[in-house]
């Protein structure tokens, strides 16, 4: 296979097979990505994406298979090697010094001396000639993570990539970030750069890519053209079962008593590069559901543990749970008082992942369920209790005894939510609720919490998926630099206008929109 | 080539198999060693391991010696299961003994039944104080515990030194660096007539099985367990960190401060400069082995009790140096820690056809 014609696919991947341990990642895989062309890669989480990208990058070696690059059958050795035959990855979660500027962050990713002659200039002329403003002597501290983004991209761009791999680019964007990035990303499809885009969002993939290779459980299913697909469409395929939307509630009536309320909040974050919390009001009235928008790192880690009583407010009437001020109580306390949480991270925060499901219902369950007869865990309920969220929640285990890191995403963070719901609480605060879980185990999740509403608890959700905000929330607060603006009506609101206010601008003047305050 | 391999999941089997292993290892090592000196291997395994045993007053010995590493042993798996690195039991013990040792020297003519629960109370609190100082230097300075327990071992025992040398030495006793020895009264009670069969036998395995109880029954243990394995879930769950650090220092503590204490009481019957062979740190061995289980450490500290019977058989016997003791213990650790890569790994045959790829 000599024949180096420019014509044909510039990536072809045929039989692709890799086992892990107990999981067969990718099965007999195929995926073309041609040249100028936009594809992307769509599955839910646990399909065997990354595998298949990790192989492409030289990270995972294959157990069977072949790539054809260019025209050449190859074996990728490395991420190096992969950089010589000019494929550039961007990762979802950066690999930056906050500490060092713009240039001098590059200049560590490269290889020699010799690249670096030139590298200032040559930065500057990338980042204009591509729509990717960046001031080469800031340090990345002070930039924002869509800025920090584009240092990630123009270290790519630099190596002249013919493909560029993208994960999960637009998660940490504003909309109109997300505008500008596919502004880039069309310009380098027509200028010969391939880009194969991963992601979850699927109406950002029906406008942004010409093709998509769709996995379901480490096989392809099916390669389409995402114009030609509604988003229910291309979520049934990836997900092999038939989704309906949640159904829309009334809204709580106004003269419903505040369940949770915080009194101007303010606290200093524990954590070094943490996001400090500045005078934080709202109420929530029972069956009401109130969605915080944001981009990550704008405090929502801190909102949800001082929510929690992880970090406790200085005074106690900064946040008041059923008319109790609870500022200066423990999360075991709060939960007396009828609050329950839900924080972002399932393994070692919301959930031990080396203990069994039974450990982990008992974990926050044992105050409100009872669980401790004279200091000494009653295992029988506990083990009902466990059980019993397996049963109500549809988790897929093999029961009570099973160690929580058996579980995927999906069906643990079924878990953690059921574990929480089914104490009945007053308050439930739960942060980024289907954060890596799929698609069904998400449904299951949005329609736990419109239940629970619905049951007269007040809700506050904190997420980072605007769709998500939109579906299930009654009003909408967005969260910027530790603030949280005013909640306006989801009814009121518009994708635009939160997105304004999620890049930390000011809220339009519009006076309609800040009628519920 | 041989490859290492993630399991994803924990083995049952090896997590009883490995310390087998580990000693079977040990065993061959420290052969290795033996030969290398010019001893033959099987020989000295023999004498280290299973001669000691044959004896008239073998098993009087071993648990004589095994009741303190058990002590010690089960209180530091208490504390290493909750992250709690205490590495400075042998200074607890050390401070246990001095306690209850110098009661025992104060009031020689005190009734039996005053006198002794005095010694114990005072003997655990002793302990309980080493171990409470090095948890408070954790929460307010946020030092690092195993230096800090580390270096009051240090302390403790010139403090010793200078109690048996200085102003608690016996007047009669021609200027040796010891302590008048204990009244009667002052001795922990027997088990058996005219044996060191003391109460602290009895008391080691119920201690293990008490703490076995907490540890895996009760919202305390399972608080220890959480703060262990994920800090932050027992953040969110609403467990006080620091209140279990402090928890965690005072029984690990006061559990050798108690063996120190039956130490000099069972079997010395006065305090010298030498209390203890390495008890504390030989105890951490013992945990390990034990699986850091209350349970298991039973079994592991008999079994290094036998090492220090056998070291000791091995100078007599032998004429090999008392460092074997040490050799053995310390190649013990190393293979015990090294063996739970099986745990979570296995070892793979992989035929190098890695080529086929290319």
Same mark, same amino acid.
């Given at each position: ?517 | ?49 299973? #001669? %000691?045993? +044959?004896?008239? !007053? ?8 095994? $009741? @303190? *590493? /058990?002590?010690? &042993? ?113 001795? #922990? %009670?027997? +088990?058996?007539? !005219? ?8 008391? $080691? @395995? *119920? /201690?293990?099985? &008490? ?131 099986? *745990? ?15």
């Amino acid at each position: 296979m000599t024949d180096a014609a420019p014509s044909g696919p510039l990536l072809t991947m045929t039989g692709m097979t890799k086992q892990y341990p107990g999981c067969l990642a990718n099965d007999h895989v195929s995926l073309t990505v041609e040249r100028n062309q936009i594809h992307a890669l769509l599955g839910e989480n646990g399909a065997g994406k990354s595998t298949l990208v990790k192989i492409i990058y030289g990270v995972v070696k294959p157990d069977e298979g072949h790539i054809v690059w260019d025209g050449r059958k190859v074996a990728i050795q490395n991420p190096g090697h992969a950089q010589r035959l000019g494929i550039g990855m961007v990762f979802q979660h950066f690999s930056l010094f906050e500490a060092l500027t713009v240039q001098e962050n590059i200049a560590l990713g490269l290889g020699s001396a010799r690249e670096r002659v030139g590298l200032r200039e040559r930065i500057v002329r990338i980042s204009n000639e591509y729509g990717l403003p960046l001031d080469p002597d800031r340090v990345v501290h002070d930039l924002s993570v869509g800025e920090r983004q584009r240092i990630e991209i123009v270290r790519c761009l630099l190596q002249n990539p013919k493909l560029l791999i993208m994960d999960e680019p637009t998660s940490v964007l504003t909309p109109s970030e997300v505008r500008k990035l596919f502004v880039t990303l069309r310009r380098l499809a027509a200028e010969g750069c391939s880009i194969l885009y991963i992601s979850h969002k699927l109406e950002e993939v029906r406008a942004l890519c010409s093709a998509a290779t769709i996995m379901r459980l480490g096989k392809n299913v099916a390669r389409v053209i995402p114009a030609e697909k509604t988003v229910k469409e291309l979520a049934e395929i990836m997900i092999n079962m038939d989704l309906h939307a949640p159904t829309p509630r009334p809204l709580a009536p106004s003269s419903a008593p505040s369940r949770l309320v915080l009194n101007k909040l303010t606290i200093r974050s524990p954590n070094h590069f943490g996001t400090d919390l500045k005078d934080i009001s709202l109420s929530l009235k029972g069956g009401e559901i109130l969605g915080i928008a944001g981009i990550a790192g704008n405090g929502q880690s801190e909102l949800m543990d001082a929510l929690s009583g992880e970090i406790l407010a200085g005074k106690p009437d900064s946040v008041l749970i059923d008319g109790v001020p609870a500022g200066h109580m423990g999360p075991h306390d709060r939960r007396r008082i009828h609050g329950c949480f839900v924080p972002e991270e399932r393994n070692g925060h919301g959930a031990v992942t080396t203990m069994t499901l039974a450990e982990n219902a008992f974990l926050s369950g044992f105050t409100r369920r009872a669980l401790v007869r004279f200091g000494v865990i009653d295992t029988k309920k506990t083990a009902a209790f466990a059980e019993n969220i397996i049963k109500v929640f549809d988790v897929r285990t093999t029961g009570p005894k099973a160690q929580a890191r058996s579980l995927s995403g999906g069906n643990l963070q079924k878990f953690l939510v059921g574990r929480e719901v089914l104490q009945e609480p007053a308050v439930l605060a739960i942060n980024q609720p289907t954060w890596g879980v799929d698609a069904g185990a998400a449904l299951a999740i949005h329609e736990a919490i419109m239940a629970l509403a619905a049951g007269g608890a007040a809700v506050m959700i904190i997420s980072q998926d605007l769709d998500e905000i939109f579906v299930l929330a009654d009003r909408i607060a967005v969260i910027a630099g530790g603030r949280v603006s005013a909640p306006v009506l989801t009814r009121d609101a518009t994708v635009e206008s939160i997105g304004r206010l999620m890049g930390g601008g000011s809220a339009p003047a519009a006076a309609g929109e800040m009628a519920v305050a | 080539m041989l490859k290492i391999e993630a399991r994803g999941y924990e083995s049952r089997f090896w997590r009883y198999a490995s310390p087998v292993l580990a000693l079977l290892l040990t065993g061959a090592t420290s052969g290795l060693i033996f030969m290398a000196m010019g001893r033959p291997a099987g020989l000295t395994v023999y004498t280290f391991l299973i #001669a %000691p045993l +044959l004896r008239q !007053d073998g098993f009087e010995a071993l648990v004589v010696k095994a $009741a @303190p *590493l /058990i002590m010690m &042993g089960v209180g530091l798996s208490l504390a290493y299961r909750a992250n709690v690195w205490n590495i400075g039991t042998d200074g607890q013990f050390t401070l246990g003994a001095i306690c209850g040792g110098g009661i025992a020297l104060a009031f020689p003519d005190a009734p039996a039944y005053v006198l002794f629960p005095a010694m114990v109370i005072a003997g655990t609190l002793g302990g309980m104080a080493s171990g409470g100082l090095v948890a408070w230097l954790r929460i307010r300075f946020n030092a690092n515990e195993i230096l800090t327990s580390l270096m009051f071992a240090y302390i403790t025992q010139y403090l010793l030194v200078y109690l048996v040398t200085g102003p608690w030495r016996d007047p009669q006793g021609f200027g040796f660096p010891q302590t008048a020895l204990f009244s009667d009264t002052a001795l #922990a %009670p027997r +088990l058996i007539e !005219d044996t060191n069969v003391h109460i602290g036998i009895l008391l $080691a @395995p *119920l /201690i293990a099985i &008490g703490l076995w109880f907490m540890l895996e029954k009760s919202l305390l243990g399972f608080q220890f367990r959480v703060l262990g394995q994920a800090t932050r879930a027992a953040k969110f769950a609403g467990f006080r960190e620091n209140r279990l650090v402090w928890i965690a220092m005072l029984i690990s503590g006061g559990l050798a401060g108690l063996a120190g204490l039956l130490e000099v009481t069972g079997t010395l019957g006065q305090l010298t400069t030498t209390l203890s062979p390495g008890y504390g740190f030989t105890a951490i061995i013992v945990a390990f082995l034990g699986r850091l289980n209350p349970l298991g450490v039973i079994p592991a500290g008999l079994l290094l009790a036998l090492t220090y019977l056998g070291g000791d058989a091995a100078q007599i016997d032998l004429g090999l140096p008392n460092a074997v003791t040490g050799i053995f213990q310390g190649i013990l650790l190393f293979y015990l820690l090294g063996c739970d890569i099986l *745990l979570l790994n296995r070892f793979r045959w992989v035929p190098s056809h890695a080529k086929a790829v290319r």
